[in-house]
């Protein structure tokens, strides 16, 4: 890394650090609609006082469960290069919305205070994903400081929901796909481990999430009446139990049909990505795996092997003490994980054709969202740019990962775009993000808004 | 039944509607422990205008999870046969407790309001159990105004905590039970069909009511861990599936050892009892019944048939829309209902033993609740007593039932007492308790005070 890179961040820091905070202290909570164009707008004046040409985009309202509901607002921005405006294009993609912060209690201080204490900054948002922006903001705002220029073309969009599934991501991406032309991603997050090696995720996985409802009477009835009277929550769990085998193999027909295996390059890949298993174990509180797989498996499995979680489960009367009802109703919640080329309405519909086989015809089944996974190949070019460049900033050799085992819009970018997304950043795996006193590191800060840096200049060098 | 007695009664009536109305106007619902002294001391209060020697009696407090909690007093009676100190007694059992009133949005006018209208009272309670209670009272009363005396011995358990399984009743009846000593129970309810024809039932089902708790994560996990980490409410689902199949029997190694045939009598009685499968199945809205029963099995279910049913499940997140989370724990709330001879202890040890034995012994059995069933024999000389008074009282043949499909702290009255225990009363089937707009009808609580009244008077000829 050149030292006016590493001079020239280090000079940011003390603005990075003002800007984070002034971000923290706006809530954003998608899921509650609360302080989103807000923060929309605060975005946009950063990234305008940063020298980026910016514009708050909106979609207007969105018919949602027979009401219309506001979309949140993107925030777009643009820097030409102007020494050479055929240069490639990089985009940002970033998140403004945070995570709810109940349990309120659990925190040490107000979620929303920004509260510095030395080399930490607290506050929902400060990693996921407030800080993961700012430290690409500050790296295009440093080459805008030092040459009033920029070695590539930039783009950024900011979305605000991405905490409840991105939802209109996609809707975003088509009406101004050609206003968002890239050839290359920063995705919005990026993982340093407890060695402090930056971890380059290349995929993500997708997502089915239903709910099934089993009906039964037409109130709830007292249970006495269970002699005669078919409980629904009965009904739900041999449903249920025709899905998945107790070692976690789901049992629906052709569900694994489109999975293709591993190929030697990724297998290669993921038996060199490191694992504790004993300290994952240990820290979640579980002595044996799904499957009681170990060493390599465990690995793939988190890379690339479909589920079927159970994320909610309701019926009856869950207070306290004895109530005796059979209840008119049972619901749950099913979230599939999905692999690569597993198509959400594809797998929706076999869903829905095993329970008929199963006889189950009765039990109905809501679609709730679905994503398709993406991954960017280990041998794209713009993969070893990021990887050389988190190299340098780091000052360590980073970890690849084929694909991380979370879910996020990567597909709809790749499907529209047609760009690679590559994801790097400044995330302690240990920042709490989701969670009570969740917390950025200035030193990772630090470092990654230098890798973008490193990153922009590799990304120059491309025609 | 005498025209003394007919008109004794309907002399009373309006004295017994205005204590009625009196009693629904002081809310006492034990599942929030609210206004239950308050209520004792009404019923107290009442009591003793109408003559009845009477005490509330208090037990004090209460072990139970930890704290010590209030147990709810009862108010015992009693008078005297002065002509005849060696006659039999016969023993009231009644509740002043109420269930809650919620959901409150669907109550015409105020629960506790007492409002008549025609032939009807409304207000929580109306029915059960404050309906049935005035009955007793006003047929004592009537009795003491007109003679001074009452035709054989007189005493009342009116209980505080029948709504909330009458945690407490054996405790008072084992501390009581010499006072309380009696050689017939009129038990607290009864009910009258469609076509006013009064039901005498001889017996409550028993019940055992446990929660089963599956553990997972020592704490909610995302989703995305699925691949690694069991979750605890596919746990469930599987220990619960080896339970109860599809037909509704239970799987429970020796569940059923201890289950009597019906009696020849019993059977006989069962085939005769009335019931409208199509307006049954039409007012509960289901198309079928658990095992597809039909006809006198129908009628044996409802009598003598034990259950498995699922009154209650919670896993995660059960709020609208899509959270990814795997949960730390999952729990099912089971109420098993006992027939005669069925133990609620040993049952609990035969599903301890059943999870153990299928590889659950992971999931956690919490007691909840226990009771016997109980059934008075139908050649008792007292059902026929009850039976005769109903048919002079009501002017129709009453309907004589093996057992309700119901549960009661039966199963202790006879144990303790050793009495026989018969259910005849004011309550309409479609009465609406539980429910909003609960009324009574004041004909057949009329009918119903005659009933009393003709009961005692034959009591008073046994020797």
Known sequence: MKESVSAGVDSEMKGLISEL???????????????????????FQIMVRAGIKSEVLNLGRHESNQKKEAIAPIVYGEVKCKMNPDAKTILFYNHYDVQPVEPVEFWDSDPFSGKVEGNYIYGRGSSDDK???????????????????????????????????????????????????????????????????????????????????????????HSSLAVLIENPAWRLIQALNTIRSTNGKILIKDWYKEVREFT??????ISREPFNEQEFKSHYGVDKFVNDVRGTEVRKALVGMPTCNIAGLIAGYVGQGAKTVLPSTALAKLDFRLVLDMDPKRQLQRLANHLKNYGFGDVGI?????????????????????????????????????????????????????????????TSIYARIHSPNEFARIDLLNKATKCIAVIIEKFSKQR
Chains 1, 2 share one sequence.
């Open 366 to 426: 809501k679609f709730i969202h679905g994503e398709s996974a993406s991954r960017t190949p280990l041998n794209q070019p713009f993969v070893k740019q990021v990887k050389d460049s988190a190299a340098e900033a780091f000052g360590v050799e980073p970890i690849v990962s084929v694909s991380s085992s979370g879910t996020g819009p990567m597909h709809s970018f790749v499907k529209i775009l047609g760009a690679p997304c590559v994801s790097v950043g400044s």
């Open 131 to 221: 800080g993961e922006l700012i430290t690409r903001i500050k790296a295009v705002e440093y080459f805008l400081k030092k040459t009033g220029d920029v070695p590539c073309n930039i783009k950024f969009i900011v979305e605000g929901e991405e905490e409840i599934g991105s939802v209109n991501i996609e809707k975003y991406l088509s009406k101004y796909r050609h206003k968002l032309a890239a050839d290359g991603v920063i995705w919005e997050f990026g993982y340093v481990d407890e060695k402090n090696k930056p971890i380059i995720s290349l995929g993500m996985k997708g997502l089915l999430y239903v709910e099934l409802i089993a009906t039964g009477p037409s109130q709830d009835v």
């Open 264 to 269: 030697p390059d990724e297998l290669d890949n």
């Open 21 to 43: 905070q002034t971000l923290i202290r706006q809530p954003s909570i998608s899921a509650k609609k609360q302080g989103l164009t807000e923060c929309a707008d605060l975005v």
